[in-house]
């Protein structure tokens, strides 16, 4: 089978590199919201939609007019991967998966990617070329294993990174054991286990997320725009995103764990739980927004160990949540129950995620069970 997976490294460039990567990232929001713009007087005269390699040849052109010279100093091959996004952005909107691209702004997602034809890695000394910014170092945390597919540049609070996807050939992996397990993830905080195994998140975040709570309130006081205000404005940025880091690491725990030690691991579907009622829609979505990176992450590694996730949707409206302390597994441990429960029968009856219960299966005349 083929292994995709993605590695990603901060880069440690110099001012000058500094300077060209702002100016990339730059190129390529232009021409996309170029592109964009172009695409949506066409959409609103009636006319067809222009495909990437029709789109294409708007690269010459552009460049070849003195406003827009200044195209020709970024690499053209991350101008067309620009195109290439549009392109794809656009067939989403026609398979109606997403609705119609929106621009890009400055700040939000500056990145640029380049395929692999002129990208070199010297792993043994920690640096990687790329086209018309030379060598680049980056802190190494792991060696990268397959072939390197595309780079990706991108900026994060300040910081620049590169991200590689590789692909590799690997044997049809088997997985070692054969337990099944199910996990509650209706209580962030406290995630439980069907063998009463809890996994709380560090002791650190609550403290954090009220340090976060207090500096939004001192964003909303601040005159927008005003020096005071960015100021502000980047400080709660950082700590949204080291809190998003720490629920990552957690979830990678907490993925990897169940992910080598059982076969198949039940979860639920929170967005339909009707042991919740007392839960308002707006909780109920930060808890399936927050658990999505967890069931990202249990995939593709029992996946890779040959294990398998079942998604169910937990029915059992006897159930009401009395205690969401973090310290006590009680209720976790009667959900998790019943979403292995749950899980089970969807796989011994046959049943199906999208019908939110196990089909049945009644005997037929040659004594052969036919799910109904």
């Known amino acids: 089978m083929i292994r995709r997976q993605a590695y990603k490294f901060q880069l440690k460039p110099n001012p000058e590199q500094i300077a060209s990567m702002k100016s990339f990232a730059g190129a390529c929001r232009f021409v996309y919201n170029r592109a964009l713009t172009m695409q949506s007087d066409i959409w609103r005269n009636g ?5 990437y390699n029709k789109m294409a040849p708007w690269l010459v052109e552009w460049k070849s007019q003195e406003e827009m010279s200044w195209l020709s100093n970024a690499p053209s091959q991350i101008l067309q991967q620009s195109l290439k996004d549009l392109d ?7 398979s ?30 920690e640096r990687i070329q790329l086209p018309k910014l030379g060598w680049v170092r980056y802190r190494k945390s792991r060696s990268i294993t397959g072939v390197i597919k595309n780079v990706t540049v991108s900026m994060k609070l300040d910081k620049w990174y590169v991200s590689l996807q590789t692909e590799a050939e690997v044997d049809e992996p088997s997985s070692q054991q ?20 809890d996994f709380l998140s560090q002791a650190s975040l609550p403290k954090m997320e009220r340090s976060l709570e207090k500096n939004i309130k001192r964003l909303r006081k601040k005159k927008r725009f005003s020096s005071n205000w960015v100021k502000q404005r980047h400080k709660v ?14 979830f990678h725990k907490i993925s990897t764990t169940l992910s080598k030690n059982h ?31 967890l069931k ?7 996946n890779w160990n040959g294990g398998e996730l079942v998604t169910v949707r937990e029915r059992d409206d006897n159930l009401r949540p009395f205690s969401y302390d973090a310290t006590s597994n009680h209720y976790g441990k009667l959900r998790a129950e019943r979403i292995l429960a749950a899980g089970h029968a969807v796989i011994a009856c046959g049943g199906a995620e999208l019908l939110g219960h196990p089909m049945k299966q009644e005997p037929s005349e040659d004594g052969i069970s036919t799910a109904i």
């Open 237 to 250: 940025n950082r700590l949204l995103n080291r809190i998003s880091n720490m629920r990552k690491d957690h």
């Open 296 to 302: 990202r992450q249990l995939d593709y590694k029992l």
């Open 263 to 293: 076969a198949i691991v039940v979860i639920e579907n929170l967005d339909d739980a009707t042991s919740l009622p007392k839960h308002p829609k707006s909780t109920k979505r930060f808890i399936s927004n927050e658990t999505y990176e």
């Open 88 to 94: 794809k952005a656009f067939n989403n909107l026609f």
């Open 47 to 51: 006319d067809r939609y222009i495909p």
């Open 178 to 197: 054969s337990s099944m397990i199910g996990l509650d993830t209706s209580n962030i905080e406290c995630i439980t286990t069907s063998d009463s195994t």
């Open 96 to 125: 109606r998966r997403a609705t119609f691209p929106s621009p890009k702004k400055k700040g939000k997602n500056d990145a640029f990617r380049y395929p692999t034809q002129r990208v070199k890695l010297d792993e043994g000394n």
